[in-house]
């Protein structure tokens, strides 16, 4: 199958001279979930900004579905890459909610009757009938980074970036960002996202990129990566609670990505020993 | 029963233009040296209670309100919120739009200068908050030039010079990387070991829970549960209902609870490795009590 992304060799560059990318190949194939993780100033939201056209390569090359970016513009990427930025704040420019959902389809030309079903999707998949008419900047943040998530899904871009999604949601947020993870993925998406969030990581994505100062450190299935204790403490990263108290406690060290499989791994083992 | 420095008084408070309140009759009272954290969803009303605790509400936003806040024994009916800053700092999320100074020294230095401090008094306050929030060798940096984590303790730091008996943090750490946040939790922690009463709100519960001394577990604007964050953490199916979920090592002893015959669920790392390691030397044949090592 043929990456629906990739970069190869990609240093970025920012004028006065800091090289936020040092030479970064990554492969992202259709459908895949993947988490891009590291600590600040790593390089993660740079490399995600090439990916719609946002920024382009000072070395090296980005694909996206087949196309080099040096030649795109940021609007016709756009429509393939759509792009959640972390403070719902940078991206809300519309005095409605409803319009704020118009935006993507207007820009990219949907018919009517495309953009009315577009929207009577996100309005249901995301609870937002109810504030259609209210100025996001009056909302909550939970509900401001609905909005702003429910905007890029109404033009349903091939891929979905999602730049720190659980920065400040509560865990009815967490809950719905869940179930568009799943169903995005269902419906043959694919999804990147940068997050600080390991427990979220952890039970949300099925591979993870580590980057440290404008390096991939460790591109790996998700079990993988928080066995590499050595690499996640260089990159300033903890994972959950529970995948430590399983690497403390467990005699074979498994690795547990979730408090669901730690309690059923203890549920058989103890009745396994009552048999 | 230590001494009440914050007590909230059947306190409701209605925003500017709104018929329902946003804190519903709050009764409860934060004592000298706690350190309590304030959990619940969105709008549950804990940045309320937060703006409440230092009379932004009402004496700023405007808005009605009922009962009343009484801080260090002043009363939010007779004081305004100057009165309040001397006994209570507060850090917002953003601490970055908090700050109007060119360097670090300066920013810290910036409210004694309005409040008409002496030169040498406020040389001496910097220099002893920039070394407690581990801020020296910034002193001449623009705080626009600080990482996230460094900005919030530039935030505290400014508050700091202040010499306030109580520190509100709300939601500080939410937009930091982990660095960033450890270096805020790791300060407050100091803070409060130096006998400083701490609030937080945070959604973090793992932080929350090896952190604070006390939880309040607001929902729909109501104060439903207040008191020691280990006895707070043992009620799951009540903390669900108002939209909270436990700690990852909590939950994992809540679902082996039956099985293992726990008495009383760890809230933190440490406290659950102990215990599964124990129950392990039980499995092994020693005579281990898990009603003995949960006390």
Not at chain 2, 147 to 154: A, K
């Amino acid at each position: 199958m043929d990456p629906i992304i990739q970069t190869k060799n990609l240093v970025h560059e920012y004028k006065g001279g800091v090289q936020a990318l040092k030479g970064v190949d990554v492969s992202i194939l259709p459908n895949d979930l993947i988490s891009i993780i590291g600590q600040n100033g790593s390089g993660k939201t740079t490399l995600v900004r090439h990916f719609n056209g946002l920024l382009k390569p000072t070395e090296g090359s980005v694909v996206i579905d087949g196309e080099e970016t040096t030649t795109k513009s940021v609007g016709y990427l756009s429509q393939k890459v759509g792009y959640v930025f972390q403070n719902p704040n940078h991206q809300i420019f519309s005095s409605t909610v409803m319009d704020e959902l118009k935006v993507g389809p207007k820009n990219f030309k949907f018919s009517e009757e495309k953009t009315k079903e577009r929207i009577e999707y996100v309005v249901n998949l995301l609870n937002l009938g109810k504030i259609l008419d209210k100025h996001p900047m009056t909302l909550d943040y939970t509900r401001k980074k609905l909005v702003t998530i429910a905007s890029v899904l109404a033009y349903a871009p091939k891929v979905m970036i999602l730049d720190e999604p659980t920065g400040g949601l509560d865990e009815d947020g967490r809950r719905l960002l869940r179930k568009i993870l799943s169903l995005l993925h269902e419906q043959g998406n694919t999804v990147v996202m940068i997050s600080h969030d390991m427990d979220f990581v952890a039970e949300n994505t099925d591979r993870v990129i580590v980057m440290a100062e404008g390096k991939v450190l460790l591109d790996s299935q998700i079990a993988n990566v928080f066995s590499e204790t050595e690499i996640l403490e260089k990159a300033w990263i903890e994972p959950p609670q529970i995948t430590l108290l399983g690497l403390d406690v467990d005699p074979e060290k498994r690795i547990f990505l979730s408090v669901g499989d730690f309690v059923s791994h203890y549920k058989n083992r103890s009745s396994q020993k009552i048999i | 029963m230590g001494t009440p420095i914050i007590e909230f008084k059947n306190f409701s408070y209605y925003y500017p233009n709104t018929e329902e309140p946003a804190i519903k009759q709050i009764h409860a009272t934060i004592e000298e040296g706690d350190f309590v954290g304030l959990i619940g969803p969105n709008k549950a009303g804990k940045s309320t209670a937060c703006l409440s605790m230092i009379g932004i509400a009402p004496h700023i936003l405007g808005g009605d309100w009922m009962g009343d806040v009484v801080v260090n024994h002043e009363t939010i009916q007779s004081s305004n919120v100057s009165d309040f800053t001397k006994i209570v700092g507060v850090v917002f999320q953003d601490a970055e739009s908090q700050f109007t100074q060119e360097t670090v020294e300066d920013e810290i230095a910036f409210a004694m200068c309005n409040m008409g401090f002496e030169r040498s008094e406020m040389i001496k306050r910097v220099n002893e908050v920039a070394i407690s929030c581990n801020l020296t060798e910034f002193l001449e940096r623009s705080p626009f030039q600080l990482s996230g984590g460094q900005q919030q303790r530039l935030a505290v730091a400014c508050l700091l010079a202040l010499r306030p008996k109580v520190i509100i943090l709300d939601e500080s750490t939410s937009q930091l990387d982990p660095k960033g946040r450890d270096e805020v939790f790791k300060l407050v922690k100091e803070l409060h070991r130096q006998g400083r009463t701490i609030i937080m709100v945070d959604h973090n519960i793992e932080k929350m829970a090896e952190y604070t001394t006390k939880l309040m577990v607001f929902f729909e604007g109501e104060l439903k549960l207040y008191g020691p964050t280990s006895e707070i953490l043992q009620q799951k199916e009540l903390l669900n209902d108002y939209h909270i979920r436990l700690p990852q090592v909590t939950d994992a002893a809540y679902g082996l609870k039956e099985t293992y015959q726990f008495t009383k669920l760890p809230i933190n790392l440490e406290e659950a490795s102990r215990t599964f390691k124990e129950y392990r030397g039980q499995e092994n044949g020693s005579n281990y009590s898990n009603q003995e090592s949960c006390p």
